[in-house]
């Protein structure tokens, strides 16, 4: 069995042409599951004691729980150090990676910690265009029905792209607009 199968809540489509995957906050994870196209959408809740990646040793990142769903979850592996690529992107099982977080201290821990570890570690996926976030909002206030149009209704959601070519600290300086 997969690490991540715990953590995840798949979708029935496996091509990433079509699923996307939600990463959200734990305490958000029964609203998004309630409120998901079960197709094409899988959820994969992090909880807030995710590792503070940036300048953390590389064996420490592998072993955090939260880092290891990730990969796992995205099935396309993990770049090492610049040139010594392990990650496929044609293993890539989602075409669109969504982070959802609440804007608390936890929900910006959660945001800047996933895209931290993607951006080191994962560059290409966010090179392809794949990572999305959605603007904070405070989900738990939120009728299921207001959630389900804001985040998981393809036609009426509101969600950025991070751009491929900046840097951390530009898109982490970005999502305070947000």
Known sequence: ???????????????????????????????????????????????????????APFDKVLNDTEVKSIISSLG???VLVPGQNLLG??????????????????????????????????????SAGHVYVVPSQDWSSMMPEEFEAKVMTLETREIVQIPGDWTIEEILDSLEDL
């Open 76 to 78: 396309a592996g993990f």
């Open 89 to 126: 992107l044609e293993n890539l099982r989602y075409g669109e990676i969504i982070i959802v977080t609440e804007p608390t201290n936890e929900g910006r821990h959660v945001m800047k910690q996933v895209l931290s570890f993607m951006h080191k570690y994962m560059n290409p996926v966010m």
């Open 1 to 55: 069995m997969n690490f991540a199968m715990s953590f995840l809540n798949d979708c029935i489509s496996k091509g990433p042409t079509v699923a996307e995957l939600l990463i959200v906050e734990t305490k958000n994870q029964e609203l998004s599951k309630a409120s998901r196209s079960m197709f094409i959408q899988a959820v994969l809740e992090i909880d807030d004691s995710i590792l503070e990646v940036q300048g």
